[in-house]
């Protein structure tokens, strides 16, 4: 009995360690800045080359083919969708002896927007979306510095190979854009195929901190994100006898003025949401009064309980809406609620994120270690952890001009972050505080 609980209690030591180091990993920063040459050339391609989600197959082959130089045992195609359809996702394996298992994750996908940054290597890709549409393509969320990061760290930890043991389990997650990526790689058997991790850790750029620096927090971190679709249905008519129809146009443009008083009128103060109609379609002619209106609609909460209460809002406001316009019972509103486009709220585990604030401390100085805020975007990251039974962890990296920063914080007006067509990561100094604080953390687990 007593060899049974030392062997237990060995193997917790060995998959979690409490102790952060006090140091940075000797030669760190300047092996990292030796990296930087090579690291700016496939930031640079990878930004100019752009693939929307579910479409990500160049992206994925070249993260492959890198991650299988460095001596990583990769497998590619992870991931399968509700449709049935494979996922461009891959897996990346290095094993170095007994030891926890740490799940470090990138995103590949980009984003249907039209890039007007200016800069020499500025996507100019355009491609065809799944309704057959001619739309441009770039990364305006900063994935391609999240892929640098990580092949970055992914040399360091082969170069480094004497100073951890355990396994890292390297993650290229496809279609984080439209958050069903990391569910459809768990719905391919991820865990059961290459094992579950002990721990998770991701990053990810934003505008709000400047480049050099990274913001960490325990707690909230992300809002979970609810894809909704609305239709609104009537009975079309010429448009010249609109008493012989019932126009859902206009009961959609009711709908979306009333829906913004769900949040503000209908939930408490203290609950964070957010609602966005973020797509409407409807219509064929001008003199035509259209079947049916299509909206696209985002819900982010942190409460689940909250939640549930928007969408039973959202179900009755459209019904009112259809009821007061005289629409037939055979024609109310349909609301679907995506069982796919969903994701939970981010949840940083507190004691893990605490450990990796002093280690990033010790590798980047306390000047460059900020503060997180909880904020309302989302990722789907959070799915990896299992309901926060993983220990996770996201860190926000700085890619913010500083001189500009300062100058957005005195005038009040923010610096094109995010899903903007203007974002541009000031990437040099990006990617080496990414490298070396993910790189750093990641020792630090292992060891």
Not at 91 to 101: D, F, H, Q, T, W
Not at 186 to 199: N, S
Not at 200 to 205: A, G, M
Not at 241 to 253: F, N, R, S, V, Y
Request: proline share 6%.
């Amino acid at each position: 009995m007593l060899l049974r609980v030392l062997a237990a209690v060995a193997v917790a030591v060995s998959v979690f360690p409490v102790a952060a180091q006090n140091s940075a990993p000797a030669g760190l920063d300047a092996s990292v800045r030796k990296q930087l040459p090579g690291l700016e050339v496939t930031y640079k391609h990878l930004h100019r080359n752009p693939e929307l989600s579910h479409y990500e197959q160049q992206t994925s082959i070249f993260m492959a083919s890198e991650l299988r130089k460095l001596g990583y045992t990769v497998t590619e195609h992870v991931g399968k969708y509700a449709d049935g359809s494979q996922a461009w996702g891959i897996v990346a394996i290095l094993e170095n002896g007994s030891g926890p298992r740490l799940l470090l994750r990138t995103e590949l996908d980009a984003l249907p927007v039209e890039e007007k940054t200016g800069l020499d290597y500025a996507s100019t890709v355009k491609t065809t979306n799944a309704q057959g549409q001619t739309i441009p393509v770039m990364h305006a969320c900063g994935h391609d510095i999240h892929m640098t990061v990580l092949l970055g760290v992914a040399r360091e930890l082969v170069e480094r190979k004497s100073q951890w043991h355990g396994t890292a389990m390297l993650i290229g997650q496809p279609s984080e854009e439209t958050i069903d990526g990391a569910r459809a790689m768990l719905a391919d058997h991820l865990y059961e195929r290459f094992g579950r991790p002990d721990f998770v850790l991701s990053e990810h750029d934003d505008s709000t901190n400047a480049a050099g620096t990274i913001a960490i927090k325990g707690g909230p971190l992300l809002a979970s994100s609810t894809s909704i679709d609305v239709v609104m249905r009537g009975i079309g008519a010429h448009g010249s006898a609109p008493q012989a129809g019932k126009d859902p146009i206009l009961e959609a443009a009711e709908f979306v003025v009333l829906a913004q008083s769900i949040v503000s009128r209908q939930i408490d103060p203290q609950e964070p949401a957010v609602m966005t109609v973020g797509t409407i379609h409807g219509g064929t002619k001008r003199n035509i009064i259209s079947e049916e209106v299509t909206m696209g609609i985002t819900l982010r909460t942190y409460s689940d309980k909250v939640r549930d209460q928007i969408i039973a809002d959202i179900r009755r406001t459209a019904e009112g809406v259809a009821v007061g316009y005289g629409v037939p019972a055979d024609r109310m509103p349909i609301v679907t609620v995506s069982p796919t486009e969903i994701t939970p709220a981010t949840y940083n585990d507190a004691a893990l994120a605490e450990r990796l604030r002093k280690v990033a401390v010790a590798a980047l100085g306390a000047d460059r270690v900020n503060p997180a805020d909880s904020v309302m975007g989302s990722e789907d990251v959070g799915l990896f952890s299992l309901d926060a039974k993983i220990p996770a962890v996201m860190f926000r990296l700085g890619a913010a001009d500083p001189e500009k920063l300062a100058q957005a914080k005195a005038t009040g007006v923010p610096l094109p972050g995010p899903h903007s067509p203007l974002f541009a990561p000031v990437y040099a100094p990006t990617i080496t505080t990414g490298v070396t604080a993910m790189t750093a953390m990641a020792l630090d687990i292992l060891q």
